[in-house]
């Protein structure tokens, strides 16, 4: 078993996250240090994780990692992959990998021309009652698809957001920089409901502000993506609203039965077989061991650069059918 040296690029308030997850699996890895453009992050990181820091992105290439691990934000993103690829690392990269689609491609396109590997960041082909849903469904428990659905609700006041502004990351809180919530949390709903469906064939989408703040930056808090697909359609909901309680509903109905997450296991129905049962979800690799082991065994990653490519169409098509009011075929 390969254990890959890993380098951490961007190690702002998302990065504890992945600290906790590369340290988890220390027969995988070992990260060789990290390098962020503030030096004052560096230094608090670590003093944290005591990982060594570097004065530059090239002078970390240059101590060779076999992967580099990008938590910046989306803008500076399709550069610094092209350099980590040119340097001959495999890039696993925060989502999303772009906000538009032509940048998604040149994100494949380079991974194709280096030859190295892209995992992009999206969670929920990594959870385990997400995973464990979508396996059955692969495996043909379910049928062909008919509809796959995935709802977040979550609580978060309007002085939740207004905190935000004020916060270091409230780069987040500017639509040309985050794409709006389907790009920055909605995201991952969509990402799933991709995996599930395929390739998209439309995509019909509306959106709203209910947070005074968030109107007043032009973003959203409440969205619902409507996706069809060659076979069956998707449904994509999130709303972060007041008086919210915090839950998912999330599920894929088939031509053969139907299974949804209940509580913290999944209803799994299969009428012709007069299956009706709650199992608990099947055991789930992190994004970190996913990605490890498709780079040891050359295989596909389970969250690529084809399958960001598809998830920023769907993202895309979502924020100009809300600007035209209608229909985006794909």
Same mark, same amino acid.
């Given at each position: 078993?390969?254990?890959?040296?890993?380098?951490?690029?961007?190690?702002?308030?998302?990065?504890?996250?992945?600290?906790?997850?590369?340290?988890?699996?220390?027969?995988?890895?070992?990260?060789?240090?990290?390098?962020?453009?503030?030096?004052?992050?560096?230094?608090?990181?670590?003093?944290?994780?005591?990982?060594?820091?570097?004065?530059?992105?090239?002078?970390?290439?240059?101590?060779?990692? /076999?992967?580099? *691990?990008?938590?910046?934000?989306? %803008? &500076?993103?399709?550069?610094? #992959?092209?350099?980590?690829?040119?340097? !001959?690392?495999?890039?696993?990269?925060?989502?999303?990998?772009?906000?538009?689609?032509?940048?998604?491609?040149?994100?494949?396109?380079?991974?194709?021309?280096?030859?190295?590997?892209?995992?992009?960041?999206?969670?929920?082909?990594?959870?385990?009652?997400?995973?464990?849903?979508?396996?059955?469904?692969?495996?043909?428990?379910?049928?062909?698809?008919?509809?796959?659905?995935?709802?977040?609700?979550?609580?978060?006041? /309007?002085?939740? *957001?207004?905190?935000?502004?004020? %916060? &270091?990351?409230?780069?987040? #809180?500017?639509?040309?920089?985050?794409? !709006?919530?389907?790009?920055?949390?909605?995201?991952?709903?969509?990402?799933?409901?991709?995996?599930?469906?395929?390739?998209?064939?439309?995509?019909?989408?509306?959106?709203?502000?209910?947070?005074?703040?968030?109107?007043?930056?032009?973003?959203?808090?409440?969205?619902?993506?409507?996706?069809?697909?060659?076979?069956?359609?998707?449904?994509?909901?999130?709303?972060?609203?007041?008086?919210?309680?915090?839950?998912?509903?999330?599920?894929?109905?088939?031509?053969?039965?139907?299974?949804?997450?209940?509580?913290?296991?999944?209803?799994?129905?299969?009428? !012709?077989?007069?299956?009706?049962?709650?199992?608990?979800?099947?055991?789930?690799?992190?994004?970190?061991?996913?990605?490890?082991?498709?780079?040891?065994?050359?295989?596909?990653?389970?969250?690529?650069?084809?399958?960001?490519?598809?998830?920023?169409?769907?993202?895309?098509?979502?924020?100009?059918?809300?600007?035209?009011?209608?229909?985006?075929?794909?």
């Amino acid at each position: 078993m390969k254990k890959f040296r890993v380098g951490m690029i961007g190690v702002g308030g998302i990065s504890p996250s992945h600290h906790r997850m590369l340290s988890a699996i220390p027969d995988r890895c070992e990260v060789i240090g990290m390098y962020d453009i503030r030096p004052e992050q560096m230094e608090l990181r670590n003093k944290e994780w005591g990982y060594n820091t570097f004065p530059s992105r090239e002078a970390l290439l240059a101590a060779k990692p /076999d992967v580099a *691990w990008i938590m910046t934000p989306v %803008q &500076p993103r399709l550069e610094i #992959l092209e350099a980590c690829f040119a340097a !001959g690392l495999h890039c696993f990269t925060e989502k999303p990998v772009a906000l538009n689609i032509p940048d998604a491609e040149k994100a494949v396109a380079l991974s194709k021309k280096y030859n190295r590997k892209l995992f992009v960041g999206h969670n929920q082909r990594n959870e385990a009652d997400t995973y464990t849903m979508g396996k059955m469904f692969f495996d043909g428990v379910l049928g062909d698809l008919i509809k796959v659905y995935f709802h977040h609700y979550i609580q978060r006041e /309007d002085q939740f *957001w207004a905190k935000k502004v004020r %916060q &270091p990351d409230a780069w987040r #809180l500017k639509f040309e920089n985050c794409g !709006g919530r389907i790009f920055e949390f909605s995201i991952h709903g969509i990402n799933f409901i991709q995996w599930i469906g395929g390739k998209p064939s439309w995509v019909y989408g509306k959106n709203d502000a209910v947070s005074p703040t968030l109107a007043k930056e032009g973003l959203d808090d409440v969205v619902s993506a409507h996706v069809a697909f060659a076979k069956g359609y998707g449904v994509n909901e999130t709303i972060m609203a007041p008086g919210m309680k915090n839950r998912r509903n999330i599920g894929i109905v088939g031509t053969k039965g139907e299974c949804w997450l209940e509580e913290k296991k999944i209803r799994v129905v299969v009428p !012709g077989e007069k299956r009706d049962e709650l199992i608990d979800p099947f055991k789930c690799p992190s994004k970190a061991e996913s990605f490890f082991e498709a780079i040891e065994k050359d295989q596909t990653p389970i969250n690529d650069g084809i399958a960001a490519l598809e998830t920023t169409k769907i993202c895309s098509a979502f924020n100009e059918s809300v600007a035209k009011k209608q229909v985006i075929m794909l």
